[in-house]
């Protein structure tokens, strides 16, 4: 079966867009142009912001019914993004939270897209089952 390697974010300006994530990822993207930027992240995995103005067929759903997720090593990095995402203005939907996979938060991007940045307890895998 092929493997999912890219996601494209449904935006009103791709530009715009484009520099939200640069600053937040910490790189250019390869492609940048009025309707479509993206961005390769060193594990490979791409990310394409696409004007849902131009894309073809129409998108029907705008930002929030999905997440673009963050893993990090410790529950301290999670708050420490926290602080740094909250002082570069991010809207946060949900403040640092311990919960039962382990401590999270979620950010918005300018579009709505939900960005969750998480840290796994001791007794959970990245798939999601118990240790």
Not at 46 to 67: D, F
Request: hydrophobic share 45%.
């Amino acid at each position: 079966m092929a493997t999912p390697n890219f996601v494209i974010l449904y935006v009103d300006q791709p530009l715009r867009s484009g520099a939200f994530y640069s600053a937040l990822l910490g790189r250019e993207p390869v492609e940048s142009a009025p309707t479509f930027v993206l961005f390769v992240l060193d594990n490979g995995f791409k990310l394409g912001l696409w004007s849902r103005h131009t894309v073809v067929p129409a998108a029907a759903a705008s930002g929030g019914g999905a997440e673009i997720v963050f893993a990090l090593e410790t529950p301290e990095a999670v708050d420490a993004t926290h602080a740094d995402w909250s002082g570069r203005g991010l809207k946060i939907l949900q403040t640092p939270t311990d919960m039962d996979f382990g401590r999270t938060f979620v950010a918005l991007d300018p579009d709505n897209h939900r960005l969750r940045v998480y840290w796994l307890s001791d007794g959970q895998q990245a798939n999601g089952e118990r240790k």
